[in-house]
């Protein structure tokens, strides 16, 4: 939780790793990467390296979890034992659990689950390597693997962490700024559209208006993970006709 304070979060106007206030760090996007799974996706973004899977639909056991009128949609989020210096657990941990809660409602808005009753369909979100902003790049990926499976769905679903270091508001956490930092907003949207958010989390000290600006540099930061997707999705299908 970004409870500690340390000072020198920013040196002449930049972030340490030399990126102003509203800018991400880079973004790679591979849809496709795995062949085994119905659909998967990898994101990049700085360090933070995010694998997930999608399979399904297909039926659902034990049966007395079934939705006689739509599907059930499962999100399962594991940090690899060497995403962090120091090893991880394999087991689940109460914050894994709560994250793949958060992965699910963030999706499930998008996802036409009426069209396949009875069934399942189960989302994997696996962290390779983690520079913060996890839960934000999982649901990202999520989303693209579920589109890679061809699951209907209204829109797709990108996520980013914005936070407040010192007084300044800025877009994409990363690294010390989510250990030192003084709040942290992960917020979801579809297709880029502020006025469509799946998921909008709080946690630390910040205002009204730091809020209303974090929206604004949310909105920024997911239209621009929108057009990524679209772009990885069109070079992982181009030629598909032929």
Do not use: W
């Not at 189960?122 to 390779?128: C, D, I, P």
Request: hydrophobic share 40%; net charge negative; glycine share 8%.
């Amino acid at each position: 939780m970004p409870q500690k304070q340390k000072e020198g979060l920013f040196e002449d106007g930049e972030r340490l790793d030399g990126r102003a206030p509203d800018e991400m760090r880079d973004i790679n996007i591979e849809v496709s990467p795995l062949k085994s799974p119905d659909g998967s996706a990898f994101v990049e973004i700085g360090n933070t390296r995010i694998m997930a899977a999608v399979k399904g639909p297909k039926e659902l056991h034990p049966r007395h979890l079934q939705k006689a009128n739509r599907a059930v949609l499962q999100a399962k989020y594991r940090m690899a034992p060497f995403s962090v210096d120091d090893r991880m657990s394999p087991k689940p941990s109460r914050r894994s659990r709560e994250i793949s809660l958060v992965t699910k409602r963030a999706l499930e808005p998008v996802v036409k689950l009426e069209m396949f009753p009875k069934l399942a369909i189960n989302v994997y979100v696996e962290v390779l390597e983690a520079d913060a902003s996890t839960r934000v790049t999982g649901i990202t990926a999520a989303s693209l693997a579920l589109a890679d499976a061809g699951i209907p769905m209204r829109g797709l679903v990108q996520a980013c962490a914005v936070g407040k270091l010192e007084d300044t508001m800025v877009l994409d956490v990363a690294g010390e700024e989510d250990a030192y930092g003084k709040a942290d907003i992960p917020v979801a949207t579809i297709n880029g559209d502020i006025d469509q958010i799946t998921l909008l989390q709080m946690d630390g000290d910040i205002t009204a208006d730091d809020v209303r600006e974090g929206l604004e540099l949310a909105e920024k930061g997911n239209e621009k993970l929108f057009e990524k997707q679209k772009q990885a999705l069109r070079e992982a299908y181009k030629g598909g006709d032929n």
